[in-house]
């Protein structure tokens, strides 16, 4: 439980375990005595390493959270919504390397590139039901995921971005929040790139 708040509940959840979002689910509706009518789908790791050295282990680890994770939770709270016929909003992460690939990234990069597909196919199924799904995708961000790049590295990806700097956290939360809201009632099936400008 957040401190101070009786109105926000915080449960540890396995997205690649259908066990453990069964439970939290179950939590969810105990709590507040309906499904969550918005969902922002942002667990994500990376394993990476160069194409030809790349375990089979590391590269089914990245899936099962990156893109079943995505699927199995999406697929849970899709389901709770339609039962109860409640609105809602799905809002996937995605990102522009699911685009233009990167450097011993191929696992993390194909899972990307598979989020913003699922994303436009829900879209298409849900919308009946009053439900949309949109995928932002971040360019190079400052979060504990890039902070291991080496500086040489960051640089490089730096010169490349327009606005010439990573991003910062908050400003992909705008955007969630964005999404989340009625602002964005007639967006479904749509992808927003917050990347500083960098092509694909």
Request: glycine residues 8%.
């Amino acid at each position: 439980m957040l401190t101070g708040s009786s109105t926000h509940l915080s449960l540890p959840m396995d997205v690649s375990n259908t066990s453990t979002i069964s439970t939290a689910m179950s939590t969810i509706k105990e709590k507040f005595s309906r499904p969550p009518n918005v969902l922002v789908n942002c667990a994500g790791i990376t394993r990476d390493n160069w194409f030809l050295k790349l375990t089979e282990k590391d590269f089914q680890q990245v899936f099962d959270v990156n893109l079943k994770g995505t699927f199995l939770v999406s697929q849970a709270v899709c389901k709770e919504l339609v039962e109860t016929k409640s609105s809602g909003s799905i809002i996937n992460i995605g990102s522009i390397v699911g685009q233009m690939g990167n450097m011993g990234q191929s696992n993390y990069a194909a899972t990307k590139a598979g989020v913003e597909a699922f994303t436009k196919s829900v879209a298409m199924e849900m919308a009946t039901f009053g439900i949309r799904c949109n995928v932002i995708l971040p360019g190079f961000i400052e979060t504990p995921m890039t902070t291991s790049v080496p500086d040489k590295v960051k640089e490089t990806f730096t010169r490349l971005i327009p606005l010439k700097r990573f991003g910062k956290p908050e400003e992909i939360g705008e955007v969630i929040c964005f999404l989340a809201s009625d602002r964005s009632s007639y967006i479904t099936g749509t992808l927003i790139k917050v990347t500083g400008g960098l092509a694909t």
